[in-house]
């Protein structure tokens, strides 16, 4: 069956896809909120001071899209993995 | 208004509401009922909301106030590690479930060989660091209960004994519901629920107040954000430095703290729920820091110049009217510190207890954990002393702080002591060189850095360090200034304090790990910890041939309870194959109980337990082996990989060499044919000149006639003898033939082969017979023996070159049977020859004989089929060939031997 194959195999790739994007996701979070390093800040003369409505839209813009980042991958590899972990051998408790 | 009364009767039925919820969680968890709402993921994230405080719900307001959005850092660090639980909450759920860790402490003694001077440290750590978070509880609730005293008509109102009172409920619901049972890891259930029911409630609260503040009060999502950007912090103020700091402390803190291990590790009931919280909890973080700049904003807009901050969140719905909004916010407040008083508190004193007070407890009494008395019943006293300890500390430290200082700088103080344990922590479950001593002196230099910079400096210039310390340095050395280390000043003094103590801690950590070295114990746990996901199996280090069961036994049942004990104890029985008796004392089993009890008094303490039944670990050679499980992996695959090259080599050999036979075999064949070939073509072609002269030419003389019929007919001879010869060879060489075994005597058997080669025409040939023992009588196919011999001697006759040809045949027996030795005066055969004489059609050369090549390779084939052999024997001169034959084939008896063949 040949092509049952093919469909489990794209499957486990796309599983092992999903789980590099679980592992990168905290680091993009960190890149996007490290951003305010480079705001300017008063008093440095570096150009006019970002208004408190643009920085509170940007963080916590940055925070629902990590969430909802993190609730997506959870939806394609931890049910899926769950699903998968009926076949593994119990781990001693 | 609110009165003051009023607030306490609500605030009490809240409290027995909490006792009651604990109390039936508690009560359906042992009736195993509503497993699925207590082991939920909704639970578990709920219970990680301890993490926000009365810091959060209170303090955050404050912090936004004062500066900006620099308060949101502290739920950003959290929101990443959450986020990246694949990196290292997974590893340290399963480190904490395969190693049955109770605590923090725990684990990083554990990691470090069960080490207890560890444990005492990092516990005693954890306490100071916590102390002064616990003073911050129970501080905003006096606080918040004195914004409705100052607002109603309550003078008598007392905040010492407020605060005493609040401690003294907090203790009691601790000590009810968290020391319940002993073993940690059966979740405490009742603690478990509260706490998740107190998170929905300070959730709740917080989104209550903000809502109302951006919608009532601040007309709107746009106005509200107009109104914020034309506020005192209306711009981004937050130096980078002191942002990223922030950050890394909170993320830190987050998996450090002794709380938040509690319910992160300890209380996790599988690993899924992890990845559910990976969304879930920063959603509840989000939430929770939403509306914080909005209700600092438009407090400092609305509440008089001097007001409070910290209380924004309580205020601000009290000077509105809104009494039912500034009760449930006055709730969540009260959540916040009360459900973090009451986890921090059961982690801390389970570290207590299990690291300082049973250690002492066992070294005071040593050498008697078998002795009478309720081991059980100390762990648990131990435990509610350490509770009411631990609340009266926070206490003393509450009233000797005088509960001035802004909740926000109490906060950071206590993350960054905690935030101390991270380098032995991830050393510990990441790099295998970390060693006890490397952690042991980054913690102790990273922790002695965060005294001398963060929580001194905070009680204030003049409290507890001199104002001469602060400019000068201790003892006068400038390097040595609390906020200007090694002489670099002007850094902010949380930064600097954060930045020098974990990086001197990570350094001193990473550097003596890397000149020490580990014990063996701590290598195994090491292997154990850093490849925890590989194999979860337990580790083995007893060696328990003194154990005594019913030793194990009583002590088990003091520690885990008498039908528990004796259950762990039927079920270890059973699985050794043991029906109605005590298990043997077996490694594993030891091991197993160690981990069982090391749920109830931590590992350190077990370890010690055990240890004095069964009389000390040592580690065993299978262990060693673990230990070096790498590099006896790899040594074993370049085992099997060298063996495999070899056998590979081995049948490559083989194959060359069968390759070889074969082409020797097919020249063989093709040589046979070619022989064969001419063999048969030379007699066909004198038959045929023959007979045509016999048939074309008409006058021949009767004596040409004759003679030509004559050769036809010798050359048919000859062809007969030849392919008789061929079809003799190919039987004997195809195993058909059947033997025709007879008895004779060898003299006799000698007499027909001589006489038979001897006879017709042909070159004279002298045969001596030298014999040792005359009368020797075969027993073997005589007839096959006789063309054996015939063949031999006609050889001999045929090929023999002296003048005077002579034939010696020589009989002698031999251990291994009886040799005949034909040698003839000849002059030999060349040795170059030798080896191929046995083949087919091999002839010598030059010689014009009748033979066609056979006769040798016949007499090979016959000899090996009676069991034994003719070999040519390489003498000074003359041929020699041996017949030799075995012994089976010698017949004792020499009397009458008779011509009786059987066939």
Known sequence: MPARRLFLERRSYRMRRAMDAVRLLPFVGLALWMVPLLWAVPGDGQGAPIPMSSALRYLFGVWVVLILGALGLWWRTGRGAAEDGADDPPRPR | MVALNELVIVCLAYVAGLFLVAFLAERAALRGKGGALLRSPLVYTLSLSIYCTAWTFYGAVGYAARSGLEYVTIYLGPSLVMIGWWWGLRRLVRIGRSQRVTSIADLISSRYGKSNSLAIIVTLMAVIGVTPYIALQLQSVVLSLSIFAANGEGGSYNPVSAALWVAAGLALFTVLFGTRNLNVNERHHGVVIAVAVEAIVKLVASLA?????????????????????????GEWQVQGGRWATLTLLSAAAFVCLPRMFQVMVVENDEERHLQIASWAFPLYLMLMSLFVVPIAVVGLDLMPPGSNPDLFVLSLPLSQGQNGLAMLSFLGGFSSATSMVIVATLALSTMVSNHIVMPIWLSTRHGSAVQSGDVRQVVLLARRLSILLI?????LYYRISGGSAALAAIGTISFGG????LPALLGGIFWRGATRSGALCGLGIGFAIWVFTMLLPSFGVGAALSAEIFNQGLWGQSWLRPQALFGISGLDPTVHAVV??????????????????????????????????????????????????EDLMIMAQRILGAPEAQAFFRAEAEAQGITGG???????????????LAGSVGAATAHAMVSQIVGGTSVSVQDLLAVADESAQMLEYSNQL???????????????????????LSLQKDGFLSQISHELRTPM??????????????????????????????????????????????????????LRMGQDRLSDIMDRAVTTALAGAGPALAVRRETEAPDIVLHTDIDRLVQVFINLVSNARKYCDAAEPALTIRTSRHAGGLWIDFVDNGSGIDADVQSVIFEKFFRISGEEAEGVGLGLAICQEIMSRLGGQVIYLPIESGTAFRVSLPQSVLVQETGNPGKTAVS
């Open chain 2, 209 to 233: 107040v903000g809502i109302f503040v951006v919608w009532s009060l601040g007309g709107g999502v746009e106005q509200t954000l107009a109104r914020v950007d034309a506020s005192a912090i």
């Open chain 2, 391 to 395: 609340i009266a500390l926070g206490v």
């Open chain 2, 418 to 421: 905690v935030a101390q344990f």
């Open chain 2, 500 to 549: 020098w103590s974990l990086s001197l801690n990570a350094l001193a950590f990473v550097a003596v790990s890397i000149v020490s070295f580990p014990d063996p114990i701590e290598r195994l746990q090491g292997a154990q910890f850093v490849n925890v996901l590989e194999h979860s199996g337990p580790a083995r280090n007893w060696t328990a041939s003194v154990a005594g069961s």
């Open chain 2, 582 to 596: 005590l298990p043997e004392p077996t490694p594993a089993f030891v091991q197993a109980l160690e981990r069982e």
């Open chain 2, 642 to 664: 060298e063996q495999k090259s070899r056998e590979l080599t081995e049948t490559a050999a083989k194959l060359r060499s069968a390759n070889e036979k074969l082409t020797q």
């Open chain 2, 685 to 738: 072609t004198s038959i045929r000149s023959f007979s045509e002269i016999l048939r074309d030419a008409g006058k021949l003389s009767e004596a040409d006639k004759t003679r030509y019929a004559s050769i036809i007919h010798s050359e048919t001879l000859r062809l007969t003898r030849l392919l008789d010869e061929l079809l003799d060879l190919s039987v004997l060489e195809n195993g058909q033939v059947t």
